[in-house]
């Protein structure tokens, strides 16, 4: 992955739509995806993973989510 950055929630409204982002579960482990919607008052965001579909992500998710440091 290179280098890279956790990114909390509350940085989430920062994210861009188009950019890669990584997802991590520990279920699952990383997985790609590109940010498609982005809440700006809210700890919400929408990934797109390449055909496999979207996911809203919400703050309180067990998810951790990567972006490029």
Known sequence: MGAALRLPPSKWSELSRGETVWIHEDKW???AGLVDE???DH???WID???RGRRLLCGGDPVQVWTRG
């Open 29 to 31: 482990g990383f997985d």
């Open 38 to 40: 982005v809440s700006s």
């Open 43 to 45: 700890e919400f965001l």
């Open 49 to 51: 993973f390449a055909g």
